[in-house]
Nanobody, 123 residues
Framework: QVQLVESGGGSMQAGGSLRLSCAAS????????MGWFRQAPGKEREGVAA???????TYADAVKGRFAISRDIPKKTLWLQMNSLRPNDTGVYYC?????????????????WGQGTQVTVSS
């Protein structure tokens, strides 16, 4: 069983930066595929960034060059550094995890989810 707890959300003006954290519990963190997803009001949850157990990174086109996903295996922590924030980055950001060799960008690929953290970007 894996439990995930996100933190670091908040309100920010466009152009600013935020760093989200996801603390995981349980063993074998390094064997987890992990991802960040977000959900804007009235929209479906979408993949933002993912990292496979081997460290392969994947990003949604909308955040490439602005967001960076990283992890610290001994600390069992996943991060999402978000730079050059835009109003359409607003939403609830979720951390997700799954056992597997790849890190998909679809919600269907994940079984463990955090409670989410709100990110609001104003213009």
């Amino acid at each position: 069983q894996v439990q995930l707890v996100e933190s670091g959300g908040g309100s920010m003006q466009a152009g600013g930066s935020l760093r989200l954290s996801c603390a995981a519990s349980g063993s074998n963190f390094g064997n987890l595929a992990m991802g960040w997803f977000r959900q804007a009001p009235g929209k479906e949850r979408e993949g933002v960034a993912a990292i496979s157990p081997r460290g392969v990174l994947t990003y949604a086109d909308a955040v490439k060059g602005r967001f960076a996903i990283s992890r610290d295996i001994p600390k069992k922590t996943l991060w999402l550094q978000m730079n050059s924030l835009r109003p359409n980055d607003t939403g609830v950001y979720y951390c997700a995890a799954a056992w597997g060799t790849t890190a998909p960008m679809s919600t269907l690929g994940y079984v463990y989810w955090g409670q989410g953290t709100q990110v609001t970007v104003s213009s």
